[in-house]
């Protein structure tokens, strides 16, 4: 069974974050390193808006892989627009089931939700 590139990019993206690393490896090409260098070029912007937008959740105080789901989610709604926001909301949610807990794609969802009203001019 392959690898959706969305679930390799999490996966880059929360070993990149644990292990305080500067980028991807080069095993990652295609949509899952350009989701991966996209989310890493554009990190401060990212952590302020969900840092807005988590009431009383500091990012760095997020469980490591709702943090990286939150980041991947909230740049394909910035700067991905051929990407419509409901498959960016599914596919998070879907991501943090799969890979967190059942409370986290609560948690994904609702501040993903949110942000997706502002990053985009069509509501979800």
């Given at each position: 069974m392959s690898i959706e590139?969305?679930?390799r990019a999490l996966r880059a993206l929360y070993e990149i974050d644990?292990?305080?690393l500067d980028g991807p490896g080069d095993e990652l090409s295609g949509k899952a390193k350009r989701l991966v260098e996209g989310v890493l070029g554009r990190l401060p912007e990212l952590d302020r808006s969900l840092e807005a937008t988590a009431n009383r959740w500091r990012v760095e105080r997020m469980p490591p892989v709702d943090r990286a789901i939150l980041r991947l989610g909230l740049y394909?709604?910035?700067h991905e627009p051929a990407t419509p926001v409901a498959v960016v909301l599914s596919e998070?949610?879907?991501l943090a089931k799969t890979y967190s807990t059942e409370?986290?794609?609560a948690f994904v969802n609702g501040v993903l939700g949110v942000l997706a009203e502002s990053?985009?001019?069509r509501e979800v």
């Open positions: 590139p969305r679930d644990l292990r305080k394909e709604l910035r998070a949610v879907r409370k986290s794609g990053a985009r001019d």
